[in-house]
């Protein structure tokens, strides 16, 4: 770690900023993989009574194409022949969720103006033929509606685990490593701050003892200077005392 990460107060402010930016990216991930879950049991719910409906919706569309084939007899030439063009297509659109682009899936009806369905079956069955195409459109609504909800249930299932990854990893393994690099700079930031300190006291200790030893030598040639002088003074004392006895002696 010391190899890859100059201990230094910038970068200890650097992976501070780190960390809080991998706290707040957590806490917003963990609301989006939330937001995510419940969005995902909505759609599983609609799935589960949506197929539900299907049996249902296929069963009543094939007993009523076999009541119209009992009613009209064979008439899937004439329907084949009838229409040009579909009447039902298909929309694509998005749903976001969370940042999610979910894909929806919806039935929209044209009226084919060159149709001759109306004509169908006007001699016997009619009525029950336009409640076949009324029953298998429903049906195809249906059909549609579970592939929309099925597309969105298995990508919102790819991307809670996407999200669900993204949260341990922050939590896990992103936040301690910058919290373990941050408690390392600040350990040898403290580090060089003792031995910046111990080695100001040091300094500060020497020159305390040579500003002793310069007082204690000074005081040592202060006090060899007055003995000096002390003795100089005390041989011109002599000095003179001689030469006040010389002269008594020439008086007398």
Do not use: W
Request: charged share 35%; glycine share 6%.
């Amino acid at each position: 770690m010391s190899q890859q990460v100059v201990p230094s107060r910038m970068n200890l402010n650097i992976y501070k900023l780190k960390i809080k930016a991998g706290k707040k990216g957590h806490e917003l991930l963990k609301k989006k993989c939330d937001a995510l879950k419940a969005k995902f049991r909505q759609i599983m719910v609609a799935l589960i009574e949506t197929k539900k409906n299907m049996g249902k919706d296929a069963d009543d569309a094939y007993m009523s194409y076999a009541k119209a084939q009992y009613a009209a007899g064979e008439f899937q030439s004439n329907v084949r022949e009838s229409i040009k063009k579909a009447s039902l297509r298909l929309d694509i659109g998005n749903m976001n969720i969370a940042g999610v682009q979910l894909p929806v899936l919806a039935v929209r009806e044209f009226e084919d103006s060159d149709s001759n369905l109306s004509q169908i079956g006007i001699a016997r069955g009619g009525q029950q033929i336009q409640k076949t195409r009324e029953k298998f459109r429903e049906l195809i609504e249906c059909l549609v509606k579970i592939a929309s909800l099925q597309t969105s249930f298995l990508t919102l299932d790819e991307k809670i685990k996407v999200t669900n990854r993204r949260v341990n990893a922050l939590e896990h393994v992103v936040i301690p490593k910058f919290i373990r690099i941050t408690n390392y700079i600040q350990s040898e930031i403290d580090e060089m701050a003792r031995e910046e300190f111990f080695r100001l006291k040091k300094v500060l200790d020497n020159k305390k003892k040579i500003a002793i030893q310069e007082k204690l030598e000074a005081e040592e040639r202060a006090k060899a200077k007055g003995l000096h002088q002390g003795e100089e003074h005390e041989a011109e004392s002599l000095i003179e005392g001689g030469e006040d006895n010389e002269e008594n002696d020439i008086i007398y």
